[in-house]
């Protein structure tokens, strides 16, 4: 499949890479494209920057948002939560249309300070957003749930023994995405319903960041019991 | 120990059999005792009126909010979420001064129609909002997560093998709840931090209407993978 990654952090770096490892063609999608490769600082998190990422990747494009959601057959939103919908309009309403949207952002909300709180939840998403702005897209919620390297390797935690959740209103999209997850490792894939349940997923923020500082790691996901 | 579990519906009612079962002395507590013990019908879910149950627990008593408060070494508020402060206020801020309050409620709100939204989250909590009106009270978030069988009879499901979260800003009051968990039969039990990381708990829910909709049971559960 030709794939675009919307987003070059740690999370568009995680999907990308998986991605090209399993042979799809990926191209990031990036604001601007210069300013991006002309970044020589380690971000946030102490990584360094996607100059260096892009090195080791060669294989994967980088090109604008536009440039990349026209080349997608499948669109990954990896964007911040709060850049999501600015990002998606420069991608473009027409290269979204009648394309599976895998939605992975978070909308964090830093106006409140640490820990990040919701800029949306409880009676509207992040994803619900996404599909009312794009009606044309088919937009599928999934791994936003937990750290970018267990998105993309399942069994390097718990034997892979834990649950992914998808969302969306178009059961073949759903059915494409619980493809690729499974092309992951995901064994344990709960489809919640239409898009009004990313609801769930999106407002397990606040534990999972509770969680990441009771347990002082980021390796941590859920298992859903039954 | 001398227990008041505040409210007769089901979380009440399991939690207060469990407590007499293990030898506590349990008082529940009610708006009007002589309302409750009057209701012959059976109730939302169809489970039998209050006064079955309690014919079938002579141990426990019932009794006012204020006077099962006053009884009380230790409160469970096993209210209605939206009823929850005005019961705990009918119980009396005195009586609840230096004691341990329980809280399991979920602060749900049915004016949006099904299924509920949440009537506080993301910058607050029911938790912080009964800590901040009686401060005087050890409030202990936890419980509110799972349904009120598997509340007090974790081993009920998947061996055990799944997790409950405890919140607040008293230590000493969250060992005496993780013991009283223990005595439960939780095992794995995770101290989230202070009372403002009730919030994560709380904010379960969406997920967990979605989830007993998808697999089509009330009895799940999450188990924290680390």
Redesign the interface.
Known sequence: MKIAVLGTGMVGQAIAGKLAELGHTVTIGTRDVQNTLANDQPNFYGNPPFRVWQEQHPQVQLATFAEAAAQGEWIVNATNGEGTLAALHAAGADNLAGKVLIDIANPLDFS?GMPP??SV???DSLAEQIQRTFPAAKVVKTLNTMNANIMVNPNS??GG??TV?V?GDDSEAKDHVCDLLRSFGWRDI????DIR?A???E??L??????M???Q?P????????
Not at 190 to 193: A, E, Q
Not at 219 to 226: A, F, G, P, T
């Open positions: 409140h709180t919701l939840c409880n009676t935690l718990a023994e834990h959740f969302s709960i489809d919640l319903g349940t609801r769930g997923p407002m397990l606040p534990i999972w960041l509770s969680l500082n009771a347990l790691s390796l941590i996901s859920l298992r859903v019991v039954r």
